[in-house]
């Protein structure tokens, strides 16, 4: 069976105790790029882009799957609170993202 890839990307601003972070060093572009495997199957991968000049993380979500998707960001690692984004693929191969 092939599933279909399911890629969501999520941009956001930078915040450290509720200011945006600042940055003015003209030289520098300040990006840092990590990913992450999330599950043992490997299908679930987390690619992000720190942009410290522009104040903004890009997050990329690639995830092999017949349904859903879903992300989240806390300020405490809770739900309450949580920015959320859930993602998926309909039956007729349309997909869908969804902002909570």
Not at 1 to 7: A, E, H, I, T, Y
Not at 24 to 46: A, G
Not at 47 to 76: D, H, M
Request: hydrophobic share 40%.
């Amino acid at each position: 069976m092939v599933f279909p890839l399911l890629l969501i990307t999520i941009t956001t601003l930078i915040f450290v105790n509720g200011c945006p972070t600042e940055f003015s060093d003209e030289k520098e572009t300040f990006i840092i790029k990590q990913e992450q495997t999330l599950d043992p199957n490997r299908k679930f991968h987390l690619q992000w882009e720190t942009n410290l000049k522009t104040k903004r993380i890009t997050f990329i979500i690639a995830a092999e799957t017949l349904g859903y998707v879903g992300f989240g960001i806390s300020p405490n690692g809770g739900m309450d609170g949580a920015d959320m984004v859930i993602g998926g693929v309909h039956p007729n191969g349309f997909s869908y993202v969804t902002v909570i």
